[in-house]
């Protein structure tokens, strides 16, 4: 692969970024700061360090990466959790994003294994 652009799971956690912040533009206004503010920083880092990662010169670097972006994935997992608790978002619409965000940890898990 020439560019992290390729990669499935890269993609795949681009996509879940705009997903995450059109769901949070639902939240509440005195939220701007609070949890609507983590999450989108959460969610963004997933793919963030996914390219991070490929940009370093040594596989070792780059599974490293890859746990990072895992704990940004259960991150977002358990901020989404909090939302539905507190009512900013439906449980259907919590299934749909937790669905994603599993698929994702599968790819980084498979990634992770390929690299060590």
Request: aromatic letters at 10%.
């Amino acid at each position: 692969m020439k560019t992290f652009r390729e990669l499935i799971v890269w993609q795949k956690s681009m996509d879940l970024v705009t997903e995450i912040y059109e769901e949070a533009k639902t939240f509440p206004e005195e939220e701007k700061f609070g949890l609507t503010n983590q999450i989108r920083r959460a969610s963004v880092s997933i793919p963030s360090n996914i390219a991070e990662g490929f940009g370093r010169k040594f596989d070792g670097d780059f599974a490293r990466f890859m746990s990072i972006a895992m704990g940004s994935n259960y991150e977002v997992q358990t901020q989404l959790e909090i939302a539905r608790n507190v009512g900013f978002i439906v449980n259907e619409q919590l299934v749909i994003l937790i669905e994603k965000l599993e698929a994702i940890d599968k790819m980084l898990k498979g990634l992770k294994s390929k690299l060590k």
